[in-house]
């Protein structure tokens, strides 16, 4: 049995990989900060049928800003595989949080690697990087392959690139199996409420119930090249079972505006997006990434990966849950009113 370790286990692409594992037969381990609240809600289901998975996800507290944990832990579980997903992954938010965010995206990835070292593991292990393709920002050629120069435009992209090279660094340096995978954007029903593909899904249902009138978003015009969370979760599996590490852009080739996902999202539920969105200069970034577009043909002739879900699939997905979501909201706000008299 293959023994996997996740950082950002309970976020999207942690929860999807850690199911991904999971089916797959691994003993899989994620690390998971001590709080005040739990934040486990995306990998709670994984715990209900023991039939199923048995005793063979584990949760351990932990810090991206503590190394002497990550090293021991480390050298007591032993892991084959470790994906480095956790990071202060918001972009906008990171304009606010500059060095908080150099820390735990960029900083933490030193930690990691340098764990990886004192644990004795270098040779033994395989390592994942969530690298991104903000990374690109101000974009010097389209589409972006694994050769387009870097221009992160962010404060997190300038952490991701930070990343990205001591990743190739560890590699070329101490012979570790250490893989880049550069992420295009990637969406699904578990994608935080506050990213903007969400914020329309969640806005457009909750509208349509009436639970919303309206629903405020920046720059329209940016273009992204969207894809599944749980088919990318996938090529970060197959980037680690080839015979030797590289890097690969991980995107559908396809490219969409915002105006072009809010159409299709209220489009699903017969709304006029136009009667509905409103704009406000709060949630535009100080310096813009106008378009990303990936070339993922290296990821298809190597590791034998490629896209299956469409645009427009993708945005129904992520509709149909959180329309289920709102109306379950709706009902219970509405027996609650019956129960008060009101």
């Known amino acids: 049995m293959k023994r996997a370790l996740i950082t950002g286990i309970t976020g999207q692409d942690g929860s999807y990989l850690a199911e991904f594992l999971l089916e797959k037969g691994y003993e899989v381990h994620g690390v998971i900060r001590r709080a005040s609240t739990f934040n486990t809600k995306r ?49 906008r938010v990171s304009f606010d949080i500059p060095e908080y965010t150099g820390d735990v995206t960029g900083l933490a990835t030193v930690r990691i690697l340098e764990a990886i070292r004192e644990a004795g593991l270098l040779g033994k292990v395989r390592f994942y990087q969530a690298s991104s393709s903000e990374m690109f920002g101000k974009v010097q050629e389209v589409p972006q392959s694994e050769t ?30 250490a893989s880049n995978g550069i992420l295009f954007n990637h969406e699904s029903p578990r994608r935080g409420e506050t990213f903007v593909t969400r914020k329309i899904s969640r806005a457009a249902a909750r509208i349509k119930v009436g639970l919303q009138e309206h629903l405020y978003l920046g720059n329209l015009d940016a ?44 489009g699903c539920l017969d709304l006029d997006w136009e009667e509905y969105v409103r704009h406000d200069t709060r949630y535009e970034r100080p310096a813009e990434v106008d378009l990303l577009l990936g070339d993922a043909s290296k990821a298809k002739r190597e590791i034998g990966w490629e896209s299956r879900t469409p645009f427009k ?30």
Request: net charge negative; aromatic share 14%; charged share 25%.
């Open 223 to 266: 273009k992204r090249d969207w894809g599944y969370a749980p088919e990318y979760v996938e090529a970060m599996w197959l980037m680690l079972q080839q015979d030797r590490p590289d890097d690969y852009v991980i995107a559908t080739g396809e490219t969409h505006s915002v105006r072009e996902f809010c159409e299709a999202a209220f």
């Open 43 to 91: 990998i709670d289901h994984l715990y209900e049928d023991p039939h199923v998975h048995g005793k063979k996800l584990f949760l351990h507290y932990g810090d991206l800003a503590d190394s002497v944990q990550m090293v021991k832990l480390l050298y007591e579980l032993k892991p084959q595989e470790v994906y480095h997903l956790g990071a202060q992954s918001h972009v």
């Open 313 to 342: 699939e993708l945005v129904r997905v992520m509709v149909d849950h959180d329309l289920h979501e709102a109306r379950t909201e709706r009902a219970y706000q509405e027996a609650r009113a019956s129960q008060s008299g009101t």
């Open 148 to 177: 387009t120069p870097f221009w992160p435009r962010s404060p997190y992209g300038c952490a991701k690139v930070f990343s990205y090279w001591l990743t190739v660094n560890f590699r070329e340096s101490y012979d570790l199996f």
